[in-house]
């Protein structure tokens, strides 16, 4: 497999509030370059639901990109240390997330995932996209409500 070939999602979510309102995000990189992000909103969540809808969703986008050897790159160490074994789960409703992402996993020949800082660049666009998502919500209930 080449550089070229390498497919990397970096992943993040966010709540405002714990729980409150949450989103996630995806980037997804080949070759060194962009080639895929998308966001979303999914009501009110924990940060922890929302950063493994993250990783949901950019598995689900992934498969357009390679069927092989996929890094899932996320600032949440929580997700990545549960995901790894390294961490039991022990919310329920992080036990279903967490069942679909392996389900989610089948489709690729091999799956990695690893924590990384929040400073790298592909998760602070991922960071930006849930943000502008949220702001975007909050725009939505509240169109009257000017600066």
């Avoid at 980037?27 to 949901?56: K, L, R």
């Avoid at 992934?62 to 050897?69: D, I």
């Avoid at 919310?91 to 089948?106: D, F, G, K, M, N």
Wanted: aromatic share 6%.
């Amino acid at each position: 497999m080449t550089a070229a070939d390498t497919v990397t999602v970096y992943t993040d979510g966010a709540s405002r509030g714990n729980p409150g309102d949450a989103a996630w995000a995806y980037v997804i990189v080949q070759g060194g370059s962009v080639a895929d992000s998308s966001s979303g909103y999914i009501g009110t969540a924990t940060n922890n639901a929302a950063e493994y809808h993250a990783v949901i969703k950019g598995l689900e986008a992934a498969r357009a990109f390679t069927r092989e050897r996929l890094e899932v790159r996320s600032d949440s160490e929580l997700v990545v240390r549960q995901l790894t074994g390294q961490y039991r789960i022990r919310e329920e409703h992080l036990a279903v997330l967490a069942a679909e992402v392996q389900r989610l996993t089948r489709n690729f020949a091999e799956v990695r995932f690893e924590s990384v800082p929040r400073e790298h660049p592909c998760i602070q666009i991922a960071d930006r996209l849930c943000n502008e998502v949220l702001d975007s919500e909050v725009r939505m209930r509240r169109p009257y409500d000017r600066d």
